[in-house]
T-cell receptor, first 115, second 115 residues
Framework: GAGVSQTPSNKVTEKGKYVELRCDPI?????LYWYRQSLGQGPEFLIY????????DSGLPNDRFFAVRPEGSVSTLKIQRTERGDSAVYLC?????????????FGPGTRLTVL | AQSVSQHNHHVILSEAASLELGCNYS??????LFWYVQYPGQHLQLLLK??????LVKGIKGFEAEFIKSKFSFNLRKPSVQWSDTAEYFC?????????????FGAGTRLTVKP
């Protein structure tokens, strides 16, 4: 079946602009996660949704970052007033029930470059 | 603070050599442990996971990992590597005292297998 998909695959923007990154989870998966991976580092947790609600947003670095999942499926990560330090690969993952023992299935990521 | 450490940044082996990649974590409470792999040009995928039971876990492609609670370790092993094992390997942990679902990753170990 289809895996997690993310669009766009690459996004180049200028400092100060607004960007939206989209994630399409595996059909039927109730939990959705966003991570950020900087060069030479492992993925860093940002936010986790259970259904439509953000169950844990403790990883969002500041109030410029916001994510939604209005219908419990597709999610959008929104970054306002982008900064050069926001450049990274943004990964999305989904899991069936959101339990801590569940396998998280990752998408290919969106590479964000802020000039 | 909760953290995950991977000791080796880059490991270079010849085919048929044995592999052991180190992973240590600092978490209190019950943890769930994962190894993910990222092959060149592909997205993260699960190799194996541990959450209870036999501390020696077998995964895909001949990989195994051993959970040693007293050492806070979850090292990944493979008796004989192949060129196709060239990839980046990430150890990850969730759970802990608050049963957190936010997965924390190590910085990764890049494995290069020479033919």
């Amino acid at each position: 079946g289809a895996g997690v998909s993310q669009t766009p695959s690459n996004k180049v923007t200028e400092k100060g602009k607004y960007v939206e990154l989209r994630c399409d989870p595996i059909s039927g998966h109730t939990a959705l996660y966003w991570y950020r991976q900087s060069l030479g580092q492992g993925p860093e947790f940002l936010i986790y949704f259970q259904g439509t609600g953000a169950a844990d947003d403790s990883g969002l670095p500041n109030d410029r970052f916001f994510a939604v999942r209005p219908e419990g499926s597709v999610s959008t990560l929104k970054i306002q007033r982008t900064e050069r330090g926001d450049s990274a690969v943004y990964l999305c993952a989904s899991s069936l029930r959101g339990q801590v023992t569940d396998t998280q299935y990752f998408g290919p990521g969106t590479r964000l470059t802020v000039l | 603070a909760q953290s995950v450490s991977q000791h080796n940044h880059h490991v270079i082996l010849s085919e048929a050599a044995s592999l052991e990649l180190g992973c240590n974590y600092s978490y209190g409470g019950t943890v769930n442990l994962f190894w993910y792999v990222q092959y060149p040009g592909q997205h993260l995928q699960l190799l194996l996971k541990y959450f209870s039971g036999d501390p020696l876990v077998k995964g895909i492609k001949g990989f195994e990992a051993e959970f040693i609670k007293s050492k806070f370790s979850f090292n990944l092993r493979k008796p004989s590597v192949q060129w196709s094992d060239t990839a980046e390997y990430f150890c990850a942990v969730n759970g802990g005292r608050n049963n957190n679902n936010d997965m924390r990753f190590g910085a990764g170990t890049r494995l290069t297998v020479k033919p």
